[in-house]
Nanobody
Framework: DVQLQASGGGLVQAGGSLRLSCAVA????????IGWFRQAPGKEREGISC????????YYVPSVRGRFTISNDNAKNTVYLHMDNLKPEDTAVYYC????????????????????WGKGTQVTVSS
């Protein structure tokens, strides 16, 4: 079974930083993308970043570009989302997901692009 485990959420003051981790297990494909999504109360789930092991491409939604950095540790089968200069509007449950054979240049931005999902981790940014 494919399993994705997101962790690293917490409570932080505005301007602070957090690093989320997405541990991937049981994935038999070498070429896939990992995406990070978030869902705030009363809002739709939003794709915010993607990294592809198929072609090395990355993607950031404009609202996090320049503040968030996605990276991949192949040896640990873990994808990280380093979040700097956090704002109260970043408060949400954050999820990671995996998509087979996906490039972040042409896809990986919508939840329907993804095949597997992990449980979320709560990020709360206080003002």
């Amino acid at each position: 079974d494919v399993q994705l485990q997101a962790s690293g959420g917490g409570l932080v003051q505005a301007g602070g930083s957090l690093r989320l981790s997405c541990a991937v297990a049981g994935f038999t494909y070498d070429r896939y993308a990992i995406g990070w999504f978030r869902q705030a109360p009363g809002k739709e789930r939003e794709g915010i970043s993607c990294i592809s092991r198929s072609d090395g491409s990355t993607y950031y939604v404009p609202s996090v570009r320049g503040r968030f950095t996605i990276s991949n540790d192949n040896a640990k089968n873990t994808v990280y989302l380093h979040m700097d200069n956090l704002k109260p509007e970043d408060t949400a449950v954050y999820y990671c997901a995996a998509a087979v054979a996906t490039s972040c240049l042409t896809g990986g931005r919508q939840d329907y692009d993804y095949d597997y999902w992990g449980k979320g981790t709560q990020v709360t940014v206080s003002s």
